[in-house]
């Protein structure tokens, strides 16, 4: 099944007022992640792969402990993330629905434990990759991270929640300070509706 770029479900702009702005949605989107879709069917074309599912892609081709992954997983598996991401974010999202409160809480202590937990490992993870709240596959709740493109999906488990740590998203608007980017999408842009839908 060949990738597609899927349409950002707000305009660019959406964002601006919560600390993403339009040309970091214009670059990260437009031409980031569509580089992804465009070399992925390119690599994937004439293959085994060609017609599969990007989940079966990306599950099928992921090398454990690999320092380079392929080409083709590469681009399946950040192809993947960003989908997720762009629906894991919304302008005007309500506060956090009380099934994951609760969730979050009986795992993590609090909320605010919860957040401190994952803006650690986003802050933490040396070089481009992700941070991750996942379901894990005996259903407890855990605060991951992972290298370059590398995704749940990977390790059997459910993404609930990912951020972007690679420098393209948001080196636009807040430069080096990783840590200021992780704590504004935590506060300001997560859609906790959709967090707690993906439970």
Not at 9 to 16: E, K
Not at 73 to 79: R, Y
Not at 110 to 131: H, I, N, P, R
Request: with cysteine; proline share 3%.
């Amino acid at each position: 099944m060949a990738f597609s770029l899927p349409d950002l479900p707000y305009a660019h702009d959406a964002l601006a007022d919560l600390g993403m702005s339009a040309e970091t949605l214009e670059f990260h989107h437009d031409i980031h992640h569509k580089a992804y879709v465009d070399n992925g069917n390119k690599l994937i074309a004439g293959t085994e792969w060609e017609g599969k599912s990007v989940e079966d892609i990306i599950t099928g081709t992921y090398q454990s402990g690999a320092v380079a992954q392929s080409g083709i997983f590469n681009n399946a598996s950040q192809h993947w993330n960003h989908v997720q991401f762009w629906e894991m974010m919304g302008p005007g999202t309500g506060g956090m629905p009380g099934e994951l409160e609760k969730a979050l809480t009986e795992s993590f202590g609090s909320v605010d434990k919860f957040k401190e937990d994952f803006a650690a490992a986003g802050a933490g993870q040396f070089g481009s990759g992700w941070c991750w709240l996942v379901k894990d596959k005996d259903g407890s709740l855990r605060v991951t991270k992972t290298e370059n493109g590398v995704n749940p999906l990977c390790f059997g488990q459910t993404a609930l929640l990912g951020c972007d740590v690679w420098e393209h998203s948001y080196y636009i608007d807040f430069r080096n300070k990783r840590p200021a980017y992780l704590s504004n999408f935590l506060e300001k842009l997560v859609n906790w509706d959709n967090v707690a839908g993906r439970m």
